[in-house]
């Protein structure tokens, strides 16, 4: 049974004060076109530019997830937003401020979530399209101990654990089994800290717009007046006060493990700049917003490779990306001129393709006719032609171009390649200016380095020449 996209009935909006950068803010969430996604628009700078909730966009993550196309053309904190369109099923929305930022309301996506239950759903023709997680992809920071993973799994599933080493804030973790649970038992999670951590991130320059009512204050020592007096400052109230361990006006927590659902919450919202709903499960332990954005970017990633590679791959075969025919619709190379059999790993700015090196090469019968050896312009050749395939990333259609060698520096040959050796050839992608790209590579036969250089090619069009 196909799924249709959804937008929302009516334009509704919500207004308050940004968390971090404390400016007064009004939020609407308009209906948009089918495919149109969510994209925000910042209604207060000249010519109201729009800014797709993309995380090829995210330019910080200090505690809030930030997109941008420019360093004025922002909108800080939009996780909390794009959690509540996600867990209501919402595809298509165009989301206007008059600000830098949406409005913290209460810290957690409650309020939204209400706002746009009352505009109403609308079901639109288009079909919606999900992104089916078909093997484990993952993300780790093992010096904070940060690991996420997203698995294959029925519907969409989170689970998040975290475990600050307190006492006051003991570990625990929240697992969302349907995003249909979320609108009722999540959005509603607030979000949090440390009492030692507001006065750093005030004067950071972060939750300028802090309130009593916009997070849970956990209060990991003991405060004196001097103290008090500098929280009264920061939250703009004279009402500071202690209520079960919590500075909080409300006191106590909504859910007994309200944090660990709040850092769902950002998750949930975080996935969203995914671009398209996922299907699978989600295993977060210590997530937080930089983190998060890693697993998405991960996931956007293989979203593009796969892109890529329905397009020249005709039909899917384990342990590769491109066979041998796929590579003859990439590369203009022919006999004896290929030099690559297969690609096997494909990423944004990497890539990892094998050549099986045989007797049959004709090369052999000129190079060394007693003593078979690989000639290392042709281990250069191949390392450039795996790169080239590398730029499907940046150009949709290969044959329209021309990549040429301009420049090959630190090459180096550390052992012969010979007839039966297997090597694979590794990428990088470290610029792409214009019509120049810079790539790293090496070669390895088992296990072993015996090629490596810097490449620089020129990308020319067809067309100009």
């Known amino acids: 049974m196909t799924e249709k996209q959804h937008t929302i009935q009516n334009p509704v909006s919500v207004s308050g004060i940004g968390l971090h950068t404390g400016k007064e803010v009004t939020l609407t969430f308009q209906p948009a076109d089918e495919n149109h996604g969510m994209v925000f628009q910042r209604m207060d700078l000249e010519g109201q530019p729009l800014i797709p909730a993309d995380v090829d966009l995210v330019v910080d ?18 996780e909390h937003a794009l959690a509540a369109l996600s867990g209501l099923h919402i595809d298509n929305v165009l989301i206007q401020l008059d600000g830098p930022e949406p409005p913290a309301m209460d810290g957690s996506s409650k309020l939204y979530v209400e706002a746009l239950q009352k505009a109403g759903l609308k079901e639109q023709e288009a079909e919606r399209e999900y992104f089916i997680i078909d093997e484990p992809i993952h993300f780790q920071d093992a010096a904070r101990k940060v690991s996420l993973a997203a698995l294959p799994g ?13 006492d006051l804030l003991p570990p625990q973790h929240a697992t969302l089994e349907s995003i249909d649970d979320f609108a009722g038992h999540f959005a509603d999670s607030r ?50 006060e202690i209520k079960e361990g919590y500075l909080n006006s409300e006191g106590g927590l909504r859910h007994p493990n309200e944090p660990a659902r709040h850092k769902l919450l950002d998750l949930v919202g975080d996935l969203a700049l995914v671009g398209m709903p996922i299907k ?23 979203i593009k490779q796969q892109k890529i590679a329905r397009k020249f791959q005709k039909g899917k075969k384990s342990g590769l990306i491109f066979d041998i025919n796929a590579i003859h619709e990439i590369l203009p190379h022919r006999y004896p001129f290929i030099l690559v059999d297969k690609v096997l790993e494909f990423s944004e700015n990497t890539i990892t393709g094998l050549k099986n ?13 007693g003593n078979p050896i690989m000639p290392g312009v042709l281990q250069l050749e191949a390392m450039a ?80 020449l």
């Open 191 to 240: 979000t949090f800290c440390f009492l030692h951590e507001v006065e750093a991130l005030h004067s950071a320059g972060l939750i300028q717009g802090a309130s009593l009512e916009s997070a849970v204050v956990v209060m990991d020592r003991d405060i004196d007046e001097a103290t008090i007096n500098k929280l009264k400052d920061i939250y703009k109230s004279h009402d500071v």
């Open 385 to 464: 032609q795996v790169g080239g395939i590398l730029l499907l990333n940046t150009i949709d259609n290969p044959k329209s171009i021309w990549v040429y060698f301009v420049a090959i520096d630190n090459a180096r040959f550390k052992k012969p390649v010979i007839p039966g050796d297997t090597m694979i050839l590794d990428l990088e992608l470290t610029a792409l200016k214009r019509s120049i790209c810079k790539m790293t590579g090496k070669v390895t036969v088992d296990g072993q380095l015996v090629c490596s250089a810097d490449l620089i090619a020129s990308v020319v069009p067809k067309d100009r």
């Open 61 to 78: 993550t200090s505690r809030g997830t930030t997109i941008g196309i420019s360093k004025t053309e922002r909108v800080h904190t939009v």
């Open 357 to 369: 090196v045989t007797i049959n090469e004709p090369f052999f019968q000129g190079h060394f006719p």
């Open 154 to 166: 029925d519907g969409f599933s989170v689970s998040t654990m975290i475990d600050f080493q307190s």
């Open 280 to 302: 699978g499960q989600v295993m977060a332990n210590r997530p937080g917003h930089k983190a998060n954005v890693g697993l998405a970017k991960a996931i956007k990633n293989k």
